[in-house]
T-cell receptor, first 114, second 112 residues
Framework: DAGVIQSPRHEVTEMGQEVTLRCKPI?????LFWYRQTMMRGLELLIY????????DSGMPEDRFSAKMPNASFSTLKIQPSEPRDSAVYFC????????????FGPGTRLTVL | GQNIDQPTEMTATEGAIVQINCTYQ??????LFWYQQHAGEAPTFLSY????GLEEKGRFSSFLSRSKGYSYLLLKELQMKDSASYLC?????????????FGKGTHLIIQP
């Protein structure tokens, strides 16, 4: 398997623009996670899905952020409108189970909002 | 809420042993992970503990005490490639859903 795939790897945009980050989990994994990492706040769980259904989105910072998983092989994280404080590395991860199982992380998307 | 504390930075010498501590306060504890993250890369899984005691995996070992809210990661025979950040993460149940909270990581510097 190719592992978790994320695109784009780098994104530079201007404040107010819509940003869409994409993720393809490892085939057969039932759980998909979206994380944000910054120097100040570390790695934060934003939302996770089980069998394409959002389970916990308490980490989503505000209504400007939304995530979808229309099928088992694809998920998006959208920011609209984007702000400079959204600049971070966004990771997607997947796993077979939530408990007693490792999460496999994608390479991340480095987002810069000017 | 969940609270995880780990030292910000540690320095150790190649060939030596280092212990990275993690303390946590959480309700509904369901397990603790350790991840390694090299600069500019994604985290990679090192260990998972849910029962008290020591789990050994090669040069790396992880210990958990649930009653004390304490874990440590022990790295033996340190190599230069072990220079990385080490993240402690707690899995918990609450509010009808499981959650996962990461510490801010310990930046480990290995010196020759």
């Amino acid at each position: 398997d190719a592992g978790v795939i994320q695109s784009p790897r780098h994104e530079v945009t201007e404040m107010g623009q819509e940003v869409t980050l994409r993720c393809k989990p490892i085939s057969g994994h039932d759980y998909l996670f979206w994380y944000r990492q910054t120097m100040m706040r570390g790695l934060e769980l934003l939302i996770y899905f089980n069998n394409n259904v959002p389970i916990d989105d308490s980490g989503m910072p505000e209504d400007r952020f939304s995530a979808k998983m229309p099928n088992a092989s694809f998920s998006t994280l959208k920011i609209q409108p984007s702000e400079p404080r959204d600049s971070a590395v966004y990771f997607c991860a997947s796993s077979l189970r939530l408990v007693d199982d490792t999460q496999y992380f994608g390479p991340g998307t480095r987002l810069t909002v000017l | 809420g969940q609270n995880i504390d780990q030292p910000t930075e540690m320095t150790a010498t190649e060939g030596a042993i280092v212990q990275i501590n993690c303390t946590y306060q959480t309700s509904g504890f369901n397990g603790l992970f350790w991840y390694q993250q090299h600069a500019g890369e994604a985290p990679t899984f090192l260990s998972y503990n849910v029962l008290d005691g020591l789990e050994e995996k090669g040069r790396f070992s992880s210990f958990l005490s649930r009653s004390k809210g304490y874990s440590y990661l022990l790295l033996k025979e340190l190599q230069m490639k072990d220079s990385a950040s080490y993240l402690c993460a707690v899995l918990y149940s609450g509010g009808g859903a499981d959650g996962l909270t990461f510490g801010k990581g310990t930046h480990l510097i290995i010196q020759p």
